[in-house]
């Protein structure tokens, strides 16, 4: 994967960040407001200049659980019953993103935490 300045990334942890310079195999990357300089330490999955190409299914967006990303498209399964709605079609309806790799993080498992 190629990396360019001013793309958006997504790493091993489900971060999101925006690549500010590549420097060979390394890269400086915007992340939570400050730039930090990573020397390729965190592994990036995908890369693109469009948001929706980084979201997977399991993600949650406007704080609903992506069941299908195709062609730019997010869907969701707004019953539950299979049938799925359009979440999100274009970048700017994206309003907040919540990893499944967060999501998972910071969740509390009660009883044998299985």
Avoid at 24 to 46: F, H, P, R
């Amino acid at each position: 994967m190629k990396l360019e300045v001013g793309m958006l990334a997504r790493n091993e942890h489900g971060i999101f960040f925006q690549i500010e310079e590549v420097l060979g195999k390394s890269y400086v990357a915007g992340l939570c407001n400050s730039v930090i300089d990573v020397y390729g330490q965190m592994l990036i999955t995908k890369a693109s200049h469009n948001i929706i190409d980084l979201i997977e299914v399991g993600d949650y967006v406007n704080g609903y659980r992506v069941a299908l990303v195709e062609n730019g498209i997010i869907y969701w399964d707004s019953e539950h019953t299979g049938a799925l709605s359009v979440l999100v079609s274009i970048a700017k309806e994206i309003k907040s993103i919540v990893t499944h790799e967060q999501f998972a993080q910071s969740e509390y498992k009660v009883g044998g935490g299985e």
